[in-house]
């Protein structure tokens, strides 16, 4: 794609959950239609999309079909299969492109490749085996967490180890899958920037937000965040390092430590992120137009924000709760269509509107 | 329905236009789903709706199994064939009633219904012949406006009379049909209030817009209006008045021309509303949202405004022009999804942040 998208444009979705879902409407925005693409029945997308393909990643005929459907094809979630997307890639562009997915599906690559920007990461070892597990431990100490290297989301995948003793009930506790330990941080917060860069190079970026997690999942996103001046400067300036070094296209979320000594990424999820939702009800061009604007080709929105946002995610039984929420008229809800409120499930979230920004 | 749309709720609208469409986004949202009842192929609404129905009004089965289909139905456009609200309404609830309709299909009626109020219109004659608009000529005096009772919008259906010879030409230029003659208003300006009414009665409108027409069509809506203190507060209880006499239930759009004598109604409309499309972006609860939860019996928003805007329509090959649009940052850009730009036709708008409200 040289040309920007026009409108009548067609973007395909790899992913039909929420985040997909509020990729469309922020398309539909724009005049662009979209095409879902999702393995499982009725998603929350499907409720705003024109066209909606049922099938599993592997199906090949499906994703090339889904492909020649669309002008561009983006993703929800950074754990699509590498084969699905080399098909795609085929027959029409992929943002992000598949190195920003690389990197960011395996911790031990998003680590090597962030410490080799220069930028501070936990200390961290590569596990294949309980051996590399028990040397890992004996030298970067405990406590610590034992991840996955890929899947994880929302805390799963991970196990905290508070003495060496407990190396082979951690290693049994994600199935001897191919592992990262990282080592203790001592930070007093979370913040995240949600920047973008659109396929002529120009770099955005939204307000740091503070994030709040709640049993391993975000709970809150507080906008402005606590930061000093110059955090916040460190915070923009190494979001822009990571999406130039990737040749980044699209939205981008970085997770980011608060420490004494500065900041320490976290991780890097190269989609909209959940602590970007606050942009919705605080920016006149929010993380998801964001992100369709960037993968169009069309220039990007300034990331200004007019108001102070409190974003509350609504897990399983608390999106219930509508009738008391919606009684706040300075609160933007946002629900997601999902059928069940399953424990741990995000059904929604709300925008707190805290003040003029 | 008694008890508030939950979650999953369906709602029907009539119309796949562009209000339809951002009537379906709203809805989404608030977590609910939609079914677009639409005669025309490939509609605005389509692209972002669960449930499509294709089939005209007089379709008696079809609009059967769409109000079974759904908890709600609402429309976008007020000329609806009563025939098929009358098959809906033995089916599930039809949100704003009939009785507002009614009056606000036929400019008589409607004129009838607000002088009824205390409120003022143009001075008007009701014509059903040549002879009764001779008389009308002059008793009423020229320049005057002769426009058909029913199905007018955009300034169809309207002739402009400069002179009482024109009468017979102006008649036969709307094709004899049953019309209204209305007096000339010399006003200042035309400001248009949404206002808002839940099914328990709470009334809410937003801050008046200022319109400027051309060519006959909404151009653009100014937040806030050019209104004294004083004006300000009898746009807002003349439409409370409205909402209230109807027994109102959704978004009502009133248009207002300003005199030195005070403000004149020139028309209201059952439905969100293009002046309104400025609320997109600077409220936290939009017109279509409050549409939505006021059908569904939700808690309205207050229709506090964070931001003044300037809302501007793209008319046929306007919207071509997203480009240079789109570079403006602090522009909220919304296009319809329309396939064809003709000449006259609503494309999309364009939402101006212009400062803090």
Sequence with gaps: MTEPLRPGGKIGILGGGQLGRMLSVAASRLGLQTHIFEPGT??????????????????TAAIRAFAKSV????????????????????????????????????????KDFLNGLGLTTAPFA???????????????????????????????????????????AAFDAINAAPAVLEGFIDFSHEVSVIGARSIDGAVVCFDPGENVHRDGI????????NLTSAQHTDAIILTGRILNAL????????????????????????????????TQNGCVIDQFEQHIRAIAGWPLGDGARHSNVEMINLIGDEALNVDALAT???????????????????????????GSA
């Design 126 to 168: 590569q596990i294949d085996g309980l051996l590399d597990l028990q040397n890992a431990l004996s030298k970067i100490g405990t406590p610590a967490i034992l991840k996955t290297r890929c899947f994880g989301y929302d805390g799963k995948g991970q196990v905290r180890i508070t003495d060496a003793d407990q190396a082979a």
């Design 42 to 59: 009725n998603p929350p997308a499907a409720q705003v999309t024109a066209e909606l393909t049922t099938a599993p990643y592997s199906d």
């Design 247 to 278: 040749n980044y296209v699209g939205v981008l979320g970085v997770e980011l430590f608060v420490t004494k000594t500065g900041l320490i990424v976290n991780e890097i999820a190269p989609r909209v992120h959940n602590s970007g939702h606050w």
């Design 71 to 110: 002008d561009v094809v983006t993703y929800e979630f950074e754990n699509i299969p590498p084969d699905a997307l080399d098909e795609i890639e085929r027959i029409c562009p992929v943002h992000p492109g598949l190195t920003a997915l690389a990197v960011s599906q395996d911790r031990v690559k998003e």
């Design 218 to 225: 975000l709970h809150t996103t507080t906008v402005p965040a």
């Design 328 to 354: 706040d008229a300075s609160t933007g809800i946002h629900l997601y269509g999902k059928a069940e409120a399953r424990m741990g499930r995000k059904m929604g979230h709300i925008n707190k509107i805290t």
